[in-house]
């Protein structure tokens, strides 16, 4: 019998009987590597007829789930998140060696072929859940080495196989899908569970960002939500779960090339240098303190930029200046920074209209001004430039 038949036969018996033999389950997990190898030898993409991979799925899935909560890791759980990923992608030259957790490694390479056909999306959905449950709840026992080993390798496979999920269909909505799913997790109120989902979401970010085909065209509506997420933990005592934020220079390509399209003269722009590629950030904290309020500013400039007139410049500073009586001394300062930063924008935009009255420019320099002696130095020195600044614009309206 030829060794994808021998395969394909395992596979179907396990389908049919669900054997509950751990042995017979393994060999199930274990003959899909040769099947999918066989069918792209053949230069097919498909098991089908031989095979339903559905069924197969279906059948990982209630294998993982079969699995105890906080259990030890298990052979079983590390050849099932294998062999998801063979079912959607396969580059390795030789199959993993039998109940050798330490080969069941997995590359995040790009895509070469997915067994088709695509799985419904509430397969896909089920698949996720009993895959990052049964990881993230792993218990911590470490008492032999074969369990230090799988405890190492199982979250590696793991990664190994979102990062295939990502690549069948690599753009922002397959990110979002999986992001969704893993980052239930870092809200958790199990410290370790909190642990592996956040190493997880990072490993995974940092695979995106060097996906040549990765198509960041797209709007990713909910990409500041995943930033928030993450940065709630940026200053966590645990200094590895802290690490994983720390952010390479093609993250902020991910984040500022889906944001609003900036205005023509990006050189006079409030955040000049902010653009694709030209901001490192090197730590979590400087990801949410600085890059946050700096798209706020970029979003503000393109609504003035949309009708660049007094008209316009009043409506913006008028509800951002709402913020700058704040009691909170930290939402004054972020208030005043922006309407200073978006001030400073507009008297450097060469299609700004300034021959309209602006009846209301007395009560914003008023409203600066109020804050030129504040005792905080950074609100002081940009309540002074705001001031400045409005002076400018009532200079170019009386010239």
Known sequence: MAKDEAALKIIREQLQCRDKDEGQQLLFLQAIYPACLAARERGEDTLEPRCCKAAVVKRIVELIEELPDDSSPSAVLAHSLAAVGYLWYQDSPTPPAPLT??????????????????????????????????VFTLGTEKDTTGIQALHKVIPEVLV?????????????????????????????????????????????????????????SAEFPRMGHHVAQLALFVSDPDKDISRQWDVKERGQEMCLGVSPVLPRDRSSHPVAGVGPGSLTLTHALQALHKVIPEVLDAMLGNLLAESPDTDRLHFILEHVNLWVVSRVSQERARAIRSSTALLRYTVTLPEFDISAEFPRMGHHVAQLALFVSDPDKDISRQAREGTYRLYQLLLQQRA
Do not use: C
Request: avoid cysteine; glycine fraction near 2%.
């Open 101 to 134: 957790p330490v080969l069941l490694r997995p590359k995040l390479l790009s895509l070469a072929s997915t067994m088709k056909p695509a799985l419904e999306p509430a397969l896909e959905t089920h698949l996720l859940r009993a895959a990052l449950h049964s």
């Open 160 to 216: 190994a196989m979102l990062g295939n999920l990502l690549a069948e269909s690599p753009d922002t909505d397959r990110l979002h899908f999986i992001l969704e799913h893993v980052n239930l997790w870092v809200v958790s109120r199990v410290s370790q569970e909190r642990a592996r989902a956040i190493r997880s979401s990072t490993a995974l970010l940092r695979y995106t960002v060097t996906l040549p085909e990765f198509d960041i």
